[in-house]
């Protein structure tokens, strides 16, 4: 797992909450409790909330990312919004050449939830992040993973799910 700080600019992060808060109100967003895998819902009772990001702002992120990311044919962009309970099961991104995560909360604090955890492939020792403003996290050896449930009283969890295939 690489994680990486401060990758976006202050004028793409607006653009990407501009673009998240006029979505929200729309009839656009998906929900994980219908659409993820169930192997991915294991022991999870909240609901995430997903959506595309739009060509034009994925053209931005593209640009901004592209010495970060990995080599790719297609990359797929998505806004997630993490409600009350909501997280997701181990899991490897076994399906995408790889996964990664922009976290978008200004403030997020360990009790929150919605802590990153995940298996380092290389010592197998279990690591936690805390999820940090600006800060993408990457997964490109397949390496399992999971998001802890977002705790009742927290606000809710933003992020922007990046794939690449």
């Known amino acids: ?23 929200r109100r729309l009839n656009c967003w998906r929900s994980s409790l219908l659409t993820w895998p169930q192997d991915v819902l294991v022991n999870v009772t909240g609901n995430c909330l997903s959506t595309s990001v739009s060509d034009d702002l994925t053209l931005q992120l593209e640009n901004s990312l592209k010495n970060i990311l990995p080599p790719y ?34 403030d997020w604090h360990v009790n929150d939830g919605g802590l990153f955890v995940w298996v380092d492939g290389k010592t197998f020792e279990l690591k936690v992040y ?9 997964n490109d050896e397949k390496e399992d993973h999971l998001v802890t449930p977002v705790t009742k009283n927290s606000s809710n969890r933003y992020t922007i799910q990046i794939f690449g295939n």
Request: glycine share 4%; aromatic share 14%.
């Open 1 to 23: 797992m690489k994680i990486y700080n401060d990758v976006l600019t202050q004028d793409i992060l607006e653009e990407c909450y501009h673009e998240l808060w006029e979505k």
């Open 73 to 106: 044919d297609r990359l797929g962009m998505t806004f997630h919004i993490w409600q009350s309970n909501s997280g997701i099961s181990s899991h490897n991104d076994s399906n995408y050449k790889f996964g990664a995560t922009v976290y978008l909360n200004v």
């Open 130 to 138: 805390l999820p940090s403003y600006n800060t993408l996290v990457l």
